[in-house]
């Protein structure tokens, strides 16, 4: 292990430990470990994205190609508001350019991939024979797709069998809902495993007597602070 | 595994396209995922561009991070067998334009090397000279979505995708209607992925993990559920 990576290993460490102890209570561990990872990654972000126009716009630019240049000049339009309000409208201009691209380049992929394919791959035979998994899973969609369309369908006062309806597209978008919320937990508890990673193997694991005794001495401090501010309001 | 099994089919020399569209905060549940699936692909004699369209641009970075924490074979050379292309700025614009012509939005890989003296973009030029695009991305919904229009939808190159747990859901349905491969999802998708290909590593260790602490998570749902049901037609009135 080189000195890079034990030293690699400690930030880690100490960054997820910071993070963590938030869990107590805010304190200035935290901030400090919230703080390094904002101004980092903002840092990391202007470094890239300055670095991107100027590989991709302002060289080529430089090197002839004219309407690469006309789009950095056009990018940097963002920015004239800040010489004062009149100058406002000039962003307009990036901003409507950056729109109509976006559309263009998305909207008609986006009707065919997001709703034609999506619909006919809806579209199933309700019955398949010999499958009787497969029949019970196209059942299933057909009643969640229609009671779930339903349930948005304002125009009709969802009363009686309607309401029945309604009320069963409530219950798929709460299954759906449900099963969102166990993917998101499982996202989490990676989110929680693999820096404790860094934390329970050395390096990492060096910091551990540190952080116990930095805890246990915030404990003992605040124990003595409530102690303290009990004795006061009994005198 | 449909996504496995696609890659595993590709004839040896095959140009894949992994793309890293992560950052620092999905690391802890993609990263694992990305170097197996990279293990996997230099394993499998095949070509791998790297490549990240995703705006914090941090994923270049972790693809050369990823390089040096993997044992990358002795023969396996960086610009023969895998290259880094580096963050290309313009998201869905961006990917459009980069599978018409990629020479058209980059002639660099990230370490600032020409295409010209990488030998293996000698013969890629398009989305057409790529077999399978692997895009393994963490903002919601959002680029997996991109690839799906400006590629599968565009070219019919296959498409799998690995998300974060959050994204997976809503992604399910074009599973279903064929525009994805597979999907894999989170560290689960990666553990998977390093059992059916055999590179075992963090994501499959940290499943025993994972199991405990939702064992944990529904032992306290259903404990709660029980409180509450108690309370509810125990007359408590708290």
């Known amino acids: ?235 | 595994m449909n996504i496995y099994d696609d890659l595993n089919s590709l004839p040896p020399g095959s140009v894949v396209l992994q793309t890293i569209d992560i950052g620092w905060v999905s690391w802890p549940e993609l990263g694992d995922t990305s170097k197996a699936i990279f293990k996997f692909l230099l394993s499998k004699n095949l070509k791998v561009l790297i490549v990240d369209f995703e705006t914090t641009a941090q994923g270049t970075t972790l693809a050369e991070i990823m390089f040096t924490q993997i044992q990358i074979p002795a023969d396996k050379k960086y610009g023969v067998d895998y290259v880094n292309l580096g963050y290309i700025p313009g998201e869905e614009a961006a990917i459009a334009a980069f599978a018409k012509n990629i020479r058209a939005v980059t002639t660099k890989d990230a370490r600032g090397t020409p295409f010209d003296q990488l030998p293996i973009m000698n013969n890629v030029n398009s989305i057409k000279d790529i077999s399978f695009v692997m895009a393994i991305c963490m903002s919601a919904g959002l680029y997996p979505e991109f690839y799906i229009r400006q590629i599968q939808l565009q070219y019919g190159t296959p498409l799998g995708a690995a998300v974060i747990s959050s994204m997976a859901p809503p992604l399910k349905p074009y599973v279903d209607a064929g525009q994805l491969v597979g999907l894999m999802n989170s560290q689960r998708g990666g553990a998977e992925f390093e059992l059916v290909s055999g590179f075992l590593g963090l994501a499959t260790a940290s499943m025993d993990s994972q199991s405990l602490a939702h064992a944990f998570v529904i032992i306290a749902v259903i404990a709660a559920n029980i409180l509450f049901l108690g309370r509810k037609f125990g007359g408590s009135k708290k």
């Open chain 1, 1 to 235: 292990m080189t000195p890079i990576d034990i030293a690699a290993g400690l930030v880690s460490a100490a960054l997820a430990l910071m993070a963590w102890s938030l869990l107590y209570k805010e304190n200035g561990f935290y901030r400090l470990g919230e703080n390094l990872l904002v101004g980092g990654t903002i840092g990391y972000g202007v470094v890239l994205g300055l670095k991107a126009v100027w590989s991709h716009g302002v060289v080529p630019a430089m090197q002839g190609d004219l309407w690469l240049g006309l789009a950095v000049v056009v990018g940097l339009l963002f920015f004239v508001r800040f010489f004062g309000r009149k100058y406002v409208w000039y962003s307009r201009i990036p901003l409507a350019v950056l729109l109509g691209v976006g559309f263009g380049v998305s909207l008609n992929a986006m009707i065919q991939a997001q709703i034609t394919v999506q619909l006919i791959a809806t579209m199933k035979s309700l019955f398949v024979g010999g499958n009787i998994l497969e029949t019970i899973n196209n059942i299933v969609i057909f009643v969640g797709v229609v009671t779930t369309m339903f349930y948005f369908v304002y125009s009709i006062e969802h009363k009686g069998p309607l309401n029945t309806v309604s009320k069963i597209g409530r219950y798929v978008m709460m299954v759906a809902f449900g099963g969102s919320f166990g993917f998101n937990l499982l996202g989490r508890i990676a989110m929680l495993v693999s820096p404790m990673q860094a934390v329970v193997v050395p390096p990492g694991a060096y910091l551990i007597p540190v952080a116990l005794a930095i805890m246990g001495y915030v404990l003992w401090r605040d124990l003595q602070k409530r102690r303290a501010a009990e004795t006061k309001a009994a005198t």
